[in-house]
């Protein structure tokens, strides 16, 4: 059921989708050269749904719960920004024909997202997922207390 606190949620973590994704474009982890294409806006969309889902459907439960869950949400968001990057990353190489077989693509999808989240695992990346987390959680608690 749509409410404020699920709009909240959604609304928080796409933006912090939005403004982590140009950290990881900004930060010196890519070649210079590299086409990001639809990177920001896969992001802001897996960060709409994992508010709607994860964060706006935990509202309610009080200031500590909203902490907890703003800092889970991130970590979920990163988790599926990479594995969908990751299968993008795994296709377009597939089109290169590099693969053998199935099994090899598949492995390389994992392969490919352990690489990109020990690369992007940087203190100002993480320290701004966590912190904007905790606040989008805050917000989202508020936003369940004042319009129910």
Known sequence: MP?????????????????VS?????LPLF???TNFGWFVHVNVAVG?????????S???RGTVSAINVGLTAPVVLVFWCLFIQS???MIRIAMKNRYDNAFEALVDIFEIGA???????????WSTLLIGGMIVGLMTEYAWRTWR
Request: glycine fraction near 8%; include cysteine.
């Open 3 to 19: 409410n404020a606190a699920k709009l909240m949620a959604a609304f928080g973590m796409a933006v912090l989708a939005f403004i």
């Open 22 to 26: 140009f950290m990881v474009m900004a």
């Open 31 to 33: 070649e210079e050269d």
């Open 48 to 56: 709409l749904i994992v508010g709607w889902t994860v964060l706006g």
């Open 58 to 60: 935990r509202a309610g």
């Open 87 to 89: 299968c993008n990353e």
């Open 115 to 125: 690489d990109w989240a020990i690369e992007m695992t940087t203190i100002p990346i």
